[in-house]
C-alpha cells in the first residue's frame, strides 16, 4: 500500500498546483497577454472614434480589408479611408461602434514574432442617410514584434453576405412591396369593376 501511496505523491509532485504546468508549458504566455491588450486597445479605439489611437497598435505599412472589401495600405490609407467614412463632410456613418470577442488561442509562427488570431463581432453601424443596423461579422488579424513591441501587420474583416440583417431588411422590404403591389391590384380592379356595372 505504501509503495503506491508514494508514487501517487510523486505524481502529485511533478504535477504542482493546478494550472502551473500549463502556464510554465507555453513559451508565450506573455506575448499573449501584450496580444490582447493590442486587440482591447484597437476595439476601445474604434468605439472612441479615435483613428490615430487605432493606428498606434498597427505598424506603418499594416494592410486592413474592410467590411465592404475596401483594401487600405499603410496609415495614410487608413486614415483617409476612416475619414472618408465616418469623419467627412459627406461621411457614411455618423458613427460605429463594435463588441469583438477572441477566438481560439494565437498561433504563433517562425521564431515566435508572427502571431495570427481570429474571432468575432457584433458591429453596429448609425449611417448619416438611415436608421442603425446591427452587422455580425469576423476578424483576422496577422501580428508581428517588432522592436520588442507587438503591431498589427495585417487585418481582415468580412461578414456573411447571405444572412444578415441588411438582407433581412431588404428581404421584409420586397415581401412588404409585394403585398402593396397585390393590394393596389385587387383594389384598382373592383374599381374597374364597379365603373364597368355602372357603365
Do not use: C
Not at 502556464?23 to 497577454?33: G, I, K, L, N
Not at 479605439?45 to 479615435?50: E, P, T
Not at 444578415?164 to 403585398?179: C, G, H, P, V, Y
Amino acid at each position: 500500500m505504501r509503495p503506491i501511496l508514494n508514487l501517487l505523491l510523486a505524481l502529485l509532485a511533478l504535477l504542482g498546483p493546478p494550472g502551473v504546468f500549463s502556464a510554465e508549458s507555453d513559451p508565450h504566455t506573455a506575448d499573449r497577454q501584450a496580444l490582447i491588450k493590442v486587440f482591447r486597445e484597437i476595439e476601445a479605439s474604434i468605439n472612441a472614434q479615435d483613428v490615430e489611437r487605432m493606428l498606434a497598435q498597427m505598424a506603418p505599412e499594416a494592410t486592413v480589408t474592410w467590411l465592404n472589401g475596401e483594401v487600405s495600405r499603410g496609415h495614410a490609407e487608413i486614415r483617409a479611408y476612416y475619414q472618408r467614412m465616418v469623419k467627412g463632410e459627406k461621411r457614411i456613418l455618423d458613427r460605429y461602434l463594435t463588441t469583438a470577442k477572441l477566438g481560439a488561442s494565437a498561433r504563433f509562427f517562425g521564431h515566435g514574432e508572427v502571431a495570427v488570431a481570429d474571432g468575432t463581432m457584433v458591429d453596429e453601424f448609425f449611417p448619416v442617410a438611415r436608421g442603425p443596423f446591427t452587422l455580425n461579422s469576423n476578424w483576422t488579424s496577422t501580428s508581428a514584434k517588432i522592436d520588442g513591441q507587438w503591431k498589427v501587420v495585417s487585418m481582415h474583416l468580412s461578414s456573411n453576405v447571405f444572412t444578415n440583417s441588411l438582407i433581412a431588411e431588404a428581404k421584409a422590404a420586397i415581401w412588404w412591396a409585394a403585398s402593396g403591389a397585390a393590394l393596389a391590384g385587387l383594389v384598382l380592379g373592383w374599381l374597374i369593376g364597379r365603373m364597368r356595372r355602372r357603365a
